[in-house]
């Protein structure tokens, strides 16, 4: 099913047009006969699975590619995109899922970068703070221009980064997966900025894969699949379920929770404490379990789970694993008691890109596989990389390719791999799904149920309420670093997960 969206004769021209847009690689094709437009005023989803072309399109729109075939139209006149300094003067800005910051700069600085104000010839730092206060109120941010950046937090970069691009006055402005580090404060910050740039008449093309948000946001969407376009259309009387079928070219088997038979405890945390940001937190998580911690962005979940993984050193309180004290002052004690540590920040702390998919995932193990004289068994590394390959169903085309080729998805399914294969036995995940197409985020989930009825322990941190509601046994609701409330997820729905998250409702 395909709409087209061209001009009638009479109608002014869309602010954006795209016609036959092609992009090839060697072996694949990345666009084919691509097309749509884009109006002033205009919020347009862009929807597909990792690969199907959605960021060739982007890099195209941003400078950063070129097409092989095709046109692009700006208010009607045909245009070459040369680079990304081109594009923004053309008005196009492209806010990335990965954050180009500097992280030494100030906020005033980065959002300026390349464009400083001057007078007589020196910087005007009146006007960069002007002009930096101004992108900022745009979003409703209260962040000083003048802090550091490398102090925010992921979501106030994710939000500086959005002031950056509306800080060259765009009349289109592309966000790719602008949500994904975002707590739910966050985000409607984000959604009440994008309802009035709308207003304003500015153009938006917005790539998710929340289909709640482009439902909520979207006045139309275009699926894209295997680098074509399958259908243009209003979502109006569109659904979730409906979008995934499109997206995906069939129904869409949905990951089902279903009882998992839990046994003894594998770790136990009692009054944990760091700073203000967690006070006196107590929590366990038995064998063959899925606990979720959730909580407003910054309630101090995310900071539970990194002591928990032996990257921040608690400043009080104790843990046992298996029931025997252990100290995690770094994170070699927590690989050495078993326990995996999976951040949000995969691409900075957990892939190694440049490297093959095989060493990825066997790094963590390596000294298993040493003989007597120090050497690594390679042929039983590769049987052992092909066997948890095959396992956690990551789809590549050899286990020797670089593993940053491989979408998000499955460069997630990889890093569970390899510390299944270093044989932990807790796993602490946090926001495991972030930036993965609904196809991969249910194989996710299905590997996380699977990891749990092998006899593992799972903790994940997740912001994505049905998230929560599908994966956990157990739900602890961490509100100003507090454990604030414990409940099930047969006994809550979103909207009362929700009013507890805010603290609106009591368990």
Same mark, same amino acid.
């Given at each position: 099913?395909?709409?087209?969206?061209?001009?009638?004769?009479?109608?002014?021209?869309?602010?954006?047009?795209?016609?036959?847009?092609?992009?090839?690689?060697?072996?694949?094709?990345?666009?084919?006969?691509?097309?749509?437009?884009?109006?002033?005023?205009?919020? &347009?989803?862009?929807?597909?699975?990792?690969?199907?072309?959605?960021?060739?399109?982007?890099?195209?729109?941003?400078?950063?590619?070129?097409?092989?075939?095709?046109?692009?139209?700006?208010?009607?006149?045909?245009?070459?995109?040369?680079?990304?300094? &081109?594009?923004?003067?053309?008005?196009?800005?492209?806010?990335?899922?990965?954050?180009?910051?500097?992280?030494?700069?100030?906020?005033?600085?980065?959002?300026?970068?390349?464009?400083?104000?001057?007078?007589?010839?020196?910087?005007?730092?009146?006007?960069?703070?002007?002009?930096?206060?101004?992108?900022?109120?745009?979003?409703?941010?209260?962040?000083?221009?003048?802090?550091?950046?490398?102090?925010?937090?992921?979501?106030?970069?994710?939000?500086?980064?959005?002031?950056?691009?509306?800080?060259?006055?765009?009349?289109?402005?592309?966000?790719?997966?602008?949500?994904?580090?975002?707590?739910?404060?966050?985000?409607?910050?984000?959604?009440?900025?994008?309802?009035?740039?709308?207003?304003?008449?500015?153009?938006?093309?917005?790539?998710? &894969?929340?289909?709640?948000?482009?439902?909520?946001?979207?006045?139309?969407?275009?699926?894209?699949?295997?680098?074509?376009?399958?259908?243009?259309?209003?979502?109006?009387?569109?659904?979730?379920?409906?979008?995934?079928?499109?997206?995906?070219?069939?129904?869409?088997?949905?990951?089902?929770?279903?009882?998992?038979?839990?046994?003894?405890?594998?770790?136990?945390?009692?009054?944990?404490?760091?700073? &203000?940001?967690?006070?006196?937190?107590?929590?366990?998580?038995?064998?063959?379990?899925?606990?979720?911690?959730?909580?407003?962005?910054?309630?101090?979940?995310?900071?539970?789970?990194?002591?928990?993984?032996?990257?921040?050193?608690?400043?009080?309180?104790?843990?046992?694993?298996?029931?025997?004290?252990?100290?995690?002052?770094?994170?070699?004690?927590?690989?050495?008691?078993?326990?995996?540590?999976?951040?949000?920040?995969?691409?900075?702390?957990?892939?190694?890109?440049?490297?093959?998919?095989?060493?990825?995932?066997?790094?963590?193990?390596?000294?298993?596989?040493?003989?007597?004289?120090?050497?690594?068994?390679?042929?039983?590394?590769?049987?052992?990389?092909?066997?948890?390959?095959?396992?956690?169903?990551?789809?590549?085309?050899?286990?020797?390719?670089?593993?940053?080729?491989?979408?998000?998805?499955?460069?997630?399914?990889?890093?569970?791999?390899?510390?299944?294969?270093?044989?932990?036995?807790?796993?602490?995940?946090?926001?495991?799904?972030?930036?993965?197409?609904?196809?991969?985020?249910?194989?996710?989930?299905?590997?996380?149920?699977?990891?749990?009825?092998?006899?593992?322990?799972?903790?994940?941190?997740?912001?994505?309420?049905?998230?929560?509601?599908?994966?956990?046994?157990?739900?602890?609701?961490?509100?100003?670093?507090?454990?604030?409330?414990?409940?099930?997820?047969?006994?809550?729905?979103?909207?009362?997960?929700?009013?507890?998250?805010?603290?609106?409702?009591?368990?």
């Amino acid at each position: 099913m395909t709409t087209n969206s061209a001009p009638t004769k009479d109608a002014a021209p869309p602010l954006l047009g795209i016609r036959g847009l092609e992009k090839r690689f060697p072996g694949v094709v990345a666009l084919d006969d691509v097309s749509l437009d884009l109006a002033a005023g205009e919020v &347009h989803g862009l929807i597909g699975q990792n690969g199907a072309g959605k960021s060739t399109l982007i890099n195209i729109l941003s400078g950063m590619l070129p097409a092989d075939a095709g046109t692009v139209r700006l208010d009607g006149a045909p245009v070459t995109i040369r680079d990304p300094r &081109h594009a923004l003067s053309l008005g196009v800005a492209t806010v990335y899922q990965e954050l180009s910051l500097l992280p030494n700069l100030t906020v005033a600085q980065n959002l300026v970068l390349g464009r400083e104000p001057s007078r007589r010839g020196l910087l005007d730092a009146g006007e960069m703070k002007a002009r930096t206060q101004e992108a900022l109120g745009r979003l409703g941010l209260d962040i000083a221009p003048q802090t550091i950046v490398s102090n925010l937090s992921l979501a106030e970069r994710q939000m500086i980064e959005i002031a950056k691009a509306l800080a060259s006055n765009p009349k289109i402005l592309i966000l790719d997966e602008p949500t994904a580090p975002l707590g739910q404060r966050e985000s409607e910050q984000l959604f009440t900025a994008i309802r009035r740039l709308r207003k304003q008449g500015v153009a938006l093309l917005y790539v998710s &894969h929340r289909f709640a948000e482009v439902l909520e946001l979207c006045d139309v969407a275009t699926v894209l699949r295997n680098g074509r376009k399958i259908v243009t259309t209003s979502l109006a009387g569109w659904s979730e379920a409906r979008l995934t079928d499109a997206m995906i070219g069939a129904q869409t088997e949905r990951y089902v929770a279903s009882a998992r038979t839990t046994a003894q405890t594998a770790l136990a945390a009692d009054n944990l404490r760091l700073g &203000h940001r967690v006070r006196g937190v107590s929590l366990d998580v038995r064998r063959g379990e899925i606990v979720a911690l959730t909580g407003l962005l910054g309630a101090g979940q995310n900071e539970i789970a990194r002591i928990l993984g032996g990257d921040l050193r608690a400043d009080g309180g104790t843990l046992l694993k298996d029931g025997k004290p252990i100290a995690l002052r770094n994170p070699s004690d927590a690989v050495a008691a078993k326990i995996a540590l999976l951040t949000d920040e995969r691409k900075h702390e957990g892939i190694l890109p440049n490297l093959p998919l095989r060493e990825n995932i066997a790094v963590a193990s390596l000294g298993d596989r040493r003989g007597p004289a120090g050497v690594v068994d390679a042929a039983r590394e590769r049987r052992e990389v092909q066997r948890v390959v095959s396992d956690f169903g990551v789809v590549a085309t050899s286990i020797e390719v670089p593993i940053r080729t491989l979408s998000g998805g499955n460069q997630q399914k990889a890093l569970i791999a390899r510390w299944d294969l270093a044989d932990a036995d807790v796993f602490v995940l946090i926001e495991p799904t972030r930036g993965v197409d609904v196809g991969a985020r249910a194989d996710i989930y299905r590997r996380l149920d699977t990891l749990a009825r092998s006899g593992k322990a799972v903790i994940v941190v997740s912001s994505d309420v049905p998230e929560v509601l599908t994966l956990a046994d157990r739900i602890l609701v961490v509100r100003d670093g507090v454990i604030a409330a414990e409940t099930m997820p047969a006994a809550v729905d979103e909207e009362r997960l929700n009013l507890m998250i805010q603290g609106a409702a009591a368990a």
